[in-house]
């Protein structure tokens, strides 16, 4: 029902519970976003992870449960020196799926169980690190993230008892409980949780539209247009030079058409490719050829007269980002 009325419904979980729901199917049918998390598929390196025996298999069974709904399914993993050599045999189970973001994580003995452990998971970030290359070949996974120790230090944990916890330098220091306490207030009194702005370019070679787009997103204080550009070639080279995250764009100009823009940007940029709206109307065999190259970042349309959907848009690609 809450799906039904515009809610977005997100479940992280590691599957156990789920899996013995009786109402787990009405449980899929309101779902959104389901975040999964799974380290291996061997029996033995789960149960010694602390995931049970069972694991793999619970996994499994919800990714077939979930093959044909309309839900975005998002993988979480933890490296480690129990599986590091056994992530390409989880990628090409994963790859037998829909999965639109495998997001990676090292082991990180910051507390508790993971400290008193941490001999037996620390993998070094040059193991990590060695890791990456091995992912690009698992076609079905739309997007592949990674997060280090450092970049970890930067977000808010709420343990079991409600304290509000952030790691600095290593040492966890109590910011509150969210038990009896607004937890926004508490994050913005310290200034400690600030998202990235997400940084666009607009290209146009019509000044109207272009500045259209740019007064459409004006109260997004989320958005910062580091770059417009004014023609093709011009569009390629504020991408090359700005890496923008996020680009709205006219699809074909004179001097340059818009596959062969996509690729020289794709062919330059690699991962570092920005996802694209694209501003007008082109046809569906566009739009295939435009999907295939650009792996799915053909994020949506703008068709002027009517700008109302570049917000919309926007709001909806910080909700993905973020979730």
């Not at 069974?61 to 709904?69: A, E, G």
């Not at 975005?72 to 390409?88: A, G, H």
């Not at 459409?216 to 247009?225: G, I, N, T």
Request: net charge negative; glycine share 4%; charged share 35%.
């Amino acid at each position: 029902m809450q799906k039904k009325i515009g809610i977005k419904n997100k479940l992280i979980t590691n599957g156990s519970l789920l899996i013995k729901n009786d109402e787990k199917e009405n449980i899929y049918d309101n779902l959104d976003y389901l975040a999964l998390s799974i380290d291996s598929i061997n029996k033995e390196t789960n149960v010694e992870l602390g995931r049970g025996e069972n694991h793999y298999n619970n996994i499994k069974t919800i990714l077939d449960d979930v093959k044909n709904k309309d839900i975005e399914v998002n993988i979480n993993t933890v490296i480690n020196k129990k599986n590091i050599n056994e992530l390409d045999e989880l990628g090409e189970f994963l790859d037998q799926y829909k999965i639109n973001t495998w997001k990676f994580f090292k082991f990180m003995p910051l507390r508790e169980t993971a400290e008193k452990n941490k001999e037996i998971f620390e993998i070094t970030d040059q193991e990590f690190e060695k890791k990456k290359d091995c992912f690009k070949k698992f076609k079905n996974i739309n997007n592949i993230n990674y997060k280090k120790e450092e970049e970890l230090e930067e977000s808010i944990l709420i343990i079991s008892n409600g304290d509000i916890i952030k790691t600095e330098n290593g040492i966890d220091r109590k910011k509150g409980n969210a038990l009896y306490q607004n937890v926004m207030e508490i994050i913005d009194k310290e200034g400690e949780y600030k998202m990235e702005k997400i940084r666009a370019v607009i290209a146009h070679d019509n000044e109207k539209i272009r500045n259209n787009i740019i007064s459409s997103m004006k109260d997004l204080d989320y958005v910062e247009v580091v770059g417009v550009a004014t023609s093709g070639i011009d569009t390629y080279n504020k991408m090359i030079e700005l890496k923008p995250e996020i680009v709205f764009s006219k699809y074909n100009y004179s001097d340059i058409s818009g596959m062969e823009l996509m690729e020289k940007t794709k062919e330059q940029l690699k991962e570092e490719f920005p996802t694209f709206n694209l501003i007008g109307d082109i046809s569906n065999n566009e739009i295939l050829k435009v999907m295939k190259l650009t792996e799915r970042r053909l994020n949506a349309f703008v068709r002027p007269p009517d700008y109302s959907s570049v917000k919309e848009i926007l709001q909806a690609y910080r909700e993905y980002k973020y979730q």
